[in-house]
């Protein structure tokens, strides 16, 4: 057994009548990690997490936890938990009462039992309301709640589908750094599941990015962000750019637009057709001509407060570009619809991709 391996998924496939959900999946994830499955709905999140969890049983493929093979071994016998998207706490029972059950449930009893829900109340600051009823909890309160209960077991591995789906954004973004906290301070690898790409990079270690039940992408946050894979990687997670063309000896021929650099152009040969994909932070713009920069017009703006989003349409082309300022850029001030400007970018910035 490989001692930096704590999950280890080869080649699992799951079908649900012809929709197949899962397919041919491999992955392996280090103890400790803090490891995000994304991708849009449908795509299988839920049913990897599930097979992981003993719930869904693989057509094919295997799954092995600290090395042990974990086909027919069932949900409770796993060192596994998997907390739910809805959080299911027992109305009649205190917030404490419903974070020690568990334990309970396997005899834990006594000064044993309260210090270990006293532990896990910390955990997730919740001291004060060890008394409370669910029912008298916010939203995120109860999340944390059930965040405690599924904690208190130490599990190995601890699953999330979702776990902030319900919360509202202001409440999320604080979540998030919490999850993270809590995963640092118990040392618990966590698998999460989300559909929200500022999520996972603000989270994650690493991020495997899923479509159709395959992994697209994996990699560091940094890495997805900066290096897409592919288009659908690309435009999944941030916003981005796509200018078609050809790539040529001296550079990319953007047709109408002409000849730019990218980051990556070595690593493909000449004549295939790629699109170049442009992040709109990385779009520079000026009030006025200069060489190389192309001229269009502004056919709208969004301000953002920390950032004003510019919508520019080529002249040569009719292309429309996002460009993304941030406050202190000189023309966040006083861009308007209808006004002309150039705009260029970093050829280093700029990325290729051929499907
Ligand atoms: N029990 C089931 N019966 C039939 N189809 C299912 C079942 N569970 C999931 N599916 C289908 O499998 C695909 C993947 O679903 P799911 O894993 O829930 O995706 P995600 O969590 O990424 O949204 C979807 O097309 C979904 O409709
Ligand atoms: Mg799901």
């Known amino acids: 057994m490989d001692a930096n391996v704590l999950l280890e998924i080869n080649g699992i496939s799951?079908?649900?009548?012809?929709?197949?959900?899962?397919?041919?999946?491999?992955?392996?994830?280090?103890?400790?990690?803090?490891?995000?499955?994304?991708?849009?709905?449908?795509?299988?999140?839920?049913?990897?997490?599930?097979?992981?969890?003993?719930?869904?049983?693989?057509?094919?493929?295997?799954?092995?936890?600290?090395?042990?093979?974990?086909?027919?071994?069932?949900?409770?016998?796993?060192?596994i938990n998997l907390m739910f998207q809805s959080y299911a706490l027992f109305p009649h029972m205190t917030v404490a009462g419903n974070i020690g059950y568990g334990l309970e449930m396997e005899g834990v009893r006594g000064p044993g039992l309260k210090r270990r829900v006293g532990e896990a109340l910390e955990l997730v600051q919740l001291g004060a309301l060890a008394d409370r009823k669910p029912h008298?909890?916010?939203?995120?309160?109860?999340?944390?709640?059930?965040?405690?209960?599924?904690?208190?077991?130490?599990?190995?591995?601890?699953?999330?589908?979702?776990?902030?789906?319900?919360?509202?954004?202001?409440?999320?973004?604080?979540?998030?750094?919490?999850?993270?906290?809590?995963?640092?301070?118990?040392?618990?690898?966590f698998i999460v599941v989300t559909?929200?790409?500022?999520?996972?990079?603000?989270?994650?270690?690493?991020?495997?990015?899923?479509g159709q039940g395959r992994i697209v992408q994996l990699g560091r946050p940094r890495e997805l962000y900066e290096a897409p894979v592919n288009r659908f990687a690309a435009d999944f997670i941030g916003m981005m750019n796509f200018l078609p063309g050809k790539v040529t000896a001296d550079g990319v021929a953007l047709p109408g637009l002409g000849v730019f650099q990218a980051s990556n152009r070595s690593d493909l040969p000449q004549g295939v057709e790629v699109v170049m994909a442009i992040r709109p932070e990385r779009l520079r713009l000026y009030a006025e001509a200069r060489a190389a920069a192309?001229?269009?017009?502004?056919e709208g703006t969004a301000y953002l407060g920390q950032d004003l989003i510019v919508h520019l349409r080529l002249d040569a082309t009719g292309q429309m570009l996002i460009a993304r300022l941030t406050a202190g850029h000189d023309l966040t001030r006083d861009i308007t619809t209808g006004q002309?400007?150039?705009?260029?970018?970093?050829?280093?910035q700029a990325r290729l991709l051929a499907d």
Do not use: Y
Not at 195 to 210: K, S, V, Y
């Open 294 to 298: 192309l001229p269009g017009a502004v």
């Open 195 to 210: 559909h929200d790409q500022e999520e996972a990079l603000t989270m994650a270690d690493r991020i495997a990015l899923l």
């Open 340 to 348: 002309r400007l150039w705009c260029d970018w970093p050829g280093a």
């Open 136 to 189: 008298r909890l916010s939203g995120g309160q109860r999340q944390r709640v059930a965040l405690a209960r599924a904690l208190i077991k130490r599990p190995k591995l601890l699953l999330l589908d979702e776990p902030l789906g319900a919360l509202d954004r202001k409440l999320r973004e604080q979540m998030q750094i919490e999850l993270k906290r809590i995963q640092r301070d118990t040392g618990i690898t």
């Open 14 to 79: 799951k079908s649900f009548g012809a929709i197949t959900a899962v397919d041919d999946l491999t992955l392996r994830i280090a103890p400790g990690e803090f490891f995000a499955l994304l991708g849009p709905s449908g795509c299988g999140k839920t049913t990897l997490l599930r097979m992981i969890a003993g719930f869904e049983t693989p057509d094919r493929g295997q799954i092995r936890l600290a090395g042990s093979d974990m086909t027919g071994i069932k949900p409770n016998r796993r060192p």
